[in-house]
């Protein structure tokens, strides 16, 4: 376990500036990039600390924030109109991460929770929560278990569809970069009350529900060592996804819904039985629906790619996905594919999808080669030569059609694919062997490395193939 980072305080950074201009003899600007400087060296924590803050413009933002916080303070203690001084600090809030960490450090969210929960005005509390939900944007460290018990309250009260889906945007930001509050969530049950509201409540609400399922499973806080983000996924996964599935079949027609409800069961699919469960719900009949219905939207269709990487985890599904009589998705996913070739990111995300779909699978390789897949693959690479997500995912795709199936070799190598193949081995070398597997596969000359012989302490070889 690492050592725990010392936080660095507002007040500690201006004295190590002022430090630096007396001592130093540096300008405003130099020294308080020296300090900054000097405790990251350190190791230290300093997501609470904000180098704007620490100048004359900061200062005076800095004036600006405490005045606004005291008189919220006062004045909602004496029931006097606070509305305006919410709204202001929102909105400097909005304008730079600076002035929400000072914010933050002046005690704003304290301020603000305690407005939140003594409040009965609906006015007041949207405009609270949007102030909150502005203030722990990138900022999330202000979260403690008081405002943890105040989500889930609101979440739980028979309050307003906005001050639901208010409530649901501020949990969100508060699971963003933070492993803390992602589990703190977690152990409160936060998932038995954004169950009820996806299966209860309007689409706008089920939305911002789906948001903050997703951000409960990221795995994106760089000072934990080891995030819960799988079994987080586990847990959801187990008591949602058949609710997912069923609003997918409901509403078919109901486009951003649709996009967000394929893009949380992908987020979903860490477990293989998890893969079952979807399909067993309808989950491939609604993915053929779904690309067929909205095959003009490239966002729809790159997360209907991604979501057949993940159910094709499991191998049964994936021998579904294209074997099954009612599903025979090959001709959807080739059209698909041709249509959009013209995005990149799309089109990665589809190549991504049939390297996934062929992976230990002859029948799936031949299913895909017959429905013309080699000739638009080869296309997009040489479309996106400097694309290294589109030329890795093709050099996947490529190796995992041909490797159990050399007799698509001949059709690869006829669209040209071995010179693009050996451009990357000189213009990709972080993926180097990824290329040299795919080349390797359809028979082309290459000459491989072995990291390990096992004999006599030999640490390299080398040997070229075809």
């Not at 100048?55 to 006062?74: F, P």
């Not at 995912?393 to 007799?407: H, L």
């Amino acid at each position: 376990m690492p050592p725990k980072k010392v936080k660095i305080t507002q007040k500690d950074f201006e004295q190590a500036v002022q430090e630096n201009i007396n001592d130093l003899g540096l300008d405003e600007v130099e020294a308080i990039e020296e300090a900054f400087k000097q405790f990251e060296v350190q190791g230290a924590d300093l997501s609470g600390v904000s180098k704007k803050s620490a100048g004359v413009a900061g200062s005076q933002k800095l004036g600006e924030i405490k005045l606004l916080i005291k008189n919220i303070k006062e004045k909602s203690k004496a029931g006097q109109e606070f509305t305006k001084e919410i709204q202001d600090l929102k909105l400097l809030c909005d304008e730079d991460i600076s002035n929400r960490v000072a914010a933050g450090n002046e005690g704003a969210y304290t301020v603000l929770l305690k407005v939140l929960n003594d409040s009965i005005n609906n006015s007041i509390k949207t405009d609270v929560l949007k102030a909150l939900t502005s203030l722990m944007t990138k900022n999330p460290d202000l979260l403690d278990i008081e405002g943890v018990k105040t989500i889930i309250s609101f979440l739980k009260k028979n309050e307003e569809s906005i001050i639901k889906r208010l409530t649901l945007k501020w949990a969100k930001q508060c699971c963003v970069m933070q492993e803390k509050n992602r589990q703190c969530f977690m152990e409160n049950d936060i998932v038995a009350h954004i169950k009820e509201l996806l299966e209860t409540s309007e689409s706008e609400i089920q939305k911002e529900v789906m948001s903050l399922m997703r951000a409960l499973v990221l795995d994106d806080d760089v000072r934990v060592e080891f995030g819960n983000a799988h079994e987080a996924a586990r847990i959801i996964a187990s008591e949602t996804l058949c609710s997912l599935t069923a609003l997918m079949n409901k509403n078919q027609n109901d486009e951003k819904l649709v996009f967000e409800l394929m893009n949380t069961i992908s987020a979903l699919m860490v477990r293989s039985e998890f893969c079952q469960k979807v399909e067993t719900a309808g989950g491939l009949e609604l993915i053929k629906k779904v690309l067929t219905l909205f095959s003009n939207n490239e966002k729809i269709v790159k997360q209907s790619y991604k979501l057949i990487k993940a159910l094709a985890g499991n191998d049964e599904v994936k021998k579904d996905l294209l074997q099954s009589k009612n599903i025979m998705l090959a001709p959807i996913i080739f059209r698909s594919l041709d249509n959009h070739k013209g995005n990149p990111s799309c089109a990665a995300a589809g190549l991504s999808a049939i390297a996934a779909l062929t992976l230990r699978s002859p029948e799936n390789s031949k299913i895909l080669f017959n429905a013309g897949l080699p000739e638009t693959i080869v296309e997009i690479m040489k479309l996106y030569p400097n694309d290294k997500t589109v030329q890795k995912s093709g050099s996947w795709a490529i190796r995992n059609m041909v490797s159990r199936s050399r007799d698509q070799c001949g059709t690869f190598l006829s669209f040209g694919v071995e010179e693009v193949l050996q451009e990357n081995l000189i213009r990709h070398k972080d993926f180097e062997y990824d290329t040299k597997a795919a080349l390797r596969d359809l028979g082309c000359k290459v000459i491989l490395t072995e990291q390990w012989t096992g004999k006599g302490g030999a640490l390299t070889t080398k040997k070229t193939i075809g």
